[in-house]
């Protein structure tokens, strides 16, 4: 018969064996995380050409990358021509069909809200660190 000290003694075992593994975690390095004297790459935004991608039939990722320029939205270290699409989930807010489209940028990853009929980019929210 197990009692709730077995569950408890499991759960320790548990516990510390995830706590000393190696994890590998990849981690983006923002301005707020860097000691002194670190510099996070930072991204010419003028030199920027937002192109069609063969990866991007829909033009997603065309769309995303032109608000985020014509938005001066910062999103260094990463390059918002170069930005690939994790996941896309749709929604209906306020009675409007929405893709919101999950990005492989930065912290918890940046994501965009198109409208699902026209493709228009709504909103651009960056990735919380």
Known sequence: MRTPYHFFLISLTIIL????????IAVTTTP??????????Q???SQIDCQA??????????????????NNINTSP?????LNILE????NRDGRE???????????GDRAVLDAGIGEVLEYH???Y
């Open 17 to 24: 064996l995830a706590a000393c593994s190696p994890a590998k």
């Open 32 to 41: 707020a995380m860097l000691l002194p004297g670190q510099d996070v790459e």
């Open 43 to 45: 991204i010419d935004f």
């Open 53 to 70: 991608r063969a990866d991007d039939p829909q033009g997603y990722l065309l769309s995303i990358c032109e608000y985020i320029l014509d």
């Open 78 to 82: 990463a390059d918002p021509s170069k």
């Open 88 to 91: 896309i989930h749709e929604e």
């Open 98 to 108: 929405v893709f919101v489209v999950f990005l492989d940028c930065c912290g918890m």
């Open 126 to 128: 960056l990735g919380d």
